[in-house]
């Protein structure tokens, strides 16, 4: 079992910068491919951003590519979500989540533990 908690969500101007964390306890989490997801209102969860258990794979979605950053410290138990020129649709609940085996990476389904959430608003 892995239990992830989200961190450092909050409201920021068009423009501006959030750097999101999610810590990790339980069972090894360098052996994880971890993922952010988001929901807005009324919308479905979507894939933001994932990396590979070493770090050295990341995919982001387009909507956010060259925009966001995913990074991990495994040392730290810790993955990260580093969100610059941030936009009004950018606000949204953002899920940490992690996965072991099997699936993709883009899909919601494909991953086995979540974290709570953290809320994240950009303002005009």
């Known amino acids: 079992q892995v239990q992830l908690v989200e961190s450092g969500g909050g409201l920021v101007q068009a423009g501006g910068s959030l750097r999101l964390s999610c810590a990790a306890s339980?069972?090894?989490?360098?052996?994880?491919?971890m993922g952010w997801f988001r929901q807005a209102p009324g919308k479905e969860r979507e894939f933001v951003a994932a990396?590979?258990?070493?770090?050295?794979?990341?995919y982001a979605a387009d909507s956010v590519k060259g925009r966001f950053t995913i990074s991990r410290d495994n040392a730290k138990n810790t993955v990260y979500l580093q969100m610059n020129s941030m936009k009004r649709e950018d606000t949204a609940v953002y899920y940490c989540a992690g996965k072991r085996y099997g699936g993709d990476w883009f899909s919601s389904s494909s991953y086995d533990y979540w974290g709570q959430g953290t809320q994240v608003t950009v303002s005009s």
């Open positions: 339980g069972r090894t989490f360098s052996g994880y491919t």
């Open positions: 990396i590979s258990w070493s770090g050295a794979s990341t």
